[in-house]
């Protein structure tokens, strides 16, 4: 069997709310292996976006630990946590987060300068990644300039700058319309076979979901067992 990539184990997420505490999260167990690409379903509040959280580091759970690579990573500084996001994953979310003031090219190599890579380097390899994604004609245009497919295409080169192990995206074609979003799911099917990248993707879209490997649902705080599509 394979070993898993990144693996939560009974992960709690609780809130206190001013009147009492919430649970958004109640002992989830949760993995991904190299090169899986698995959906997350689930209704809003259905605590999606807290598992992404506390999966990428981005937040503590209240109980239970997140491995990567069978490492421990839970009790992890906040600044060895943002170095090993920056070299191990990438993100893609449905309001792209580009820099606005700046374009294309200078959003992808962004996380390559941040890693300490040299500005021709950087960019010789994000020029790569814009042609990969279809935008080679389009990499000196900001983020207001483009359409909303091309800036989560954009957001997608970015996410695979730094050639990470897994990329884990949030609703991010949520904010486009079917043919579009259609175009983005089939560049990140695509991307993963060339380069055996793993995905985890939250989406409400179960005709998108049902073209992963697998689906999880998330169902007010419990994942409720998996299904493999054909």
């Known amino acids: 069997m394979t070993k898993p990539l990144l693996q939560g184990q009974q992960l709690s997420k609780v809130y206190d709310d001013g009147s009492g ?3 958004v999260l109640d002992a989830v167990d949760f993995s991904v292996a190299p090169a899986e690409m698995v959906a997350i379903v689930g209704a809003s509040g259905s605590g999606k976006s807290t ?3 506390l999966l990428a580091g981005l937040d503590r759970p209240t109980q239970g630990k997140v491995l990567f690579n069978g490492e421990d ?4 500084s906040a600044s060895k946590l943002a170095q090993w996001r920056n070299q191990n994953l990438g ?3 449905q309001f792209h987060h580009l820099l606005p003031e700046f374009n294309a090219l200078e959003n992808v190599a962004m996380p390559l300068l941040i890693s300490g890579c040299d500005k021709a380097t950087a960019s010789r390899r994000a020029t790569e990644l814009l042609r990969r994604v279809g935008l080679e004609q389009r990499m000196h245009h900001r983020p207001a300039q483009l359409s909303g497919g091309e800036r989560q295409r954009v957001a997608i080169a970015r996410a695979f700058a730094n050639q990470p192990k897994l990329i884990i ?3 991010p074609t949520g904010n486009l319309d079917g043919e579009t979003a259609e175009s983005v799911y ?3 099917l695509e991307l993963n076979r060339e380069q055996q990248t793993a995905f985890i993707i939250v989406t409400h879209d179960e005709h998108l979901a049902a073209q992963l490997q697998r689906t999880e649902r998330l169902q007010r705080g ?3 067992g998996s299904s493999g599509s054909c």
């Open 51 to 53: 598992l992404m959280h």
């Open 91 to 93: 993100f893609v979310y």
């Open 21 to 23: 505490q919430v649970t």
């Open 169 to 171: 995206a949030d609703e």
């Open 186 to 188: 089939q560049l990140m």
């Open 73 to 76: 990573i839970t009790g992890w």
């Open 222 to 224: 419990h994942l409720q």
